[in-house]
């Protein structure tokens, strides 16, 4: 029995790389922080949940954090407005 591992690390429909201000809008199983990054918003059903995820919302999310979704969520969308992340697609 074999097993896409792979697949699983970065999920079945793949990455995206997010790396400009401009907002994103795509069904998103975790969010994997490449460089220092601070988020605009980060939403769930279209609405902004970003101090959810994070303390203060301010500062810049070091690189090589995940965020997941809590709940068997996803993440709806994202605007960045500094740095870049790679979105795990669901």
Do not use: H, R
């Not at 605009?40 to 301010?58: F, L």
């Not at 809590?70 to 960045?80: A, E, R």
């Amino acid at each position: 029995m074999s097993s896409n591992i792979i697949g699983e690390l970065a999920g079945n429909m793949g990455t995206f790389v997010v790396n400009t201000t401009t907002e994103v809008t795509k069904y998103i199983d975790a969010i994997v922080v490449l460089e220092e990054t601070i988020f605009t918003s980060i939403k769930v059903n279209g609405v902004d949940a970003k101090n959810t995820y994070i303390q203060d919302a301010t500062l810049a999310v070091k690189a090589g954090a995940i965020i997941t979704p809590i709940n068997d969520l996803q993440f709806s969308g994202l605007q960045l407005s500094s740095g870049s992340v790679a979105l795990v697609l669901g």
